[in-house]
């Protein structure tokens, strides 16, 4: 089933955040017709329950081309725009700062949005982004899986998938994690890899 009225709402929300780099800062960040495909069928399709039909998206895209924009364009709308009470929004990659490239996007589109801005308090030394209205927050992780069992996952950001050293995090934040969720997201974005034994390469194949 496809359910328009909740693609529309994902796109309005994420057309309403602003670019914060180069030239292009302070512009609405409009989505591009593909990055507006990928968003319309991950939000849109649902079950007959009205929960989304998908729980896993594997988006594969060249450099420069907006990658961290879309993917943290994706965690703000999972931690303020979902009706999630207390989520947990997660942002992955094969060392804190990589994951951290997103995080500082999300950071400054929140500035540059006077609606979030009001209702969203940063806390920088832990790289997390409070939303204060549900209790629910975005925060960065890296890729010590070993000190990550037990978190109740609504959505994780994993970025640049083809550098993850081995799979171990990817499991953890993706196998049980998020049961206790009517609706969890993995949204996996990343550039190409090489490597055929990857676990970006499975996520390629299926």
Known sequence: ????????????????????????RGQPFELLPWQETVIRDVFGTVKENGYRQYNTAYVEIP????????????????????????????????DRQQASIVFD??????????????????????????YKPTNSFYQVLSA???TKHGLNVHA?????????PNRELFDVMTKGSGDARTQ?????????GTD???VCFEQHQK
């Open 105 to 130: 996007v999300a950071v400054d589109m929140v500035e540059q949005c006077p609606a979030l801005k009001k209702r969203i308090k940063p806390v920088m030394s832990v790289k997390r982004l409070v």
């Open 63 to 94: 450099k420069k081309n907006g990658k961290s924009e879309l993917a943290a364009g994706v965690a703000l709308y999972m931690t303020c725009g979902d009706n999630e009470w207390g989520a947990e929004v997660y942002g992955c990659a094969s």
């Open 1 to 24: 089933m496809f359910d328009e009225e909740k693609a529309k709402r994902t796109v309005d929300f994420i057309n309403c955040l602003k670019h914060t780099k180069g030239k292009w």
């Open 144 to 146: 010590e899986a070993y």
């Open 184 to 192: 969890p997201l993995f949204f996996l974005i990343t550039t190409a």
């Open 196 to 198: 055929r034994h990857s």
């Open 156 to 164: 994780v950001i994993f970025d640049e998938l083809h550098s993850q």
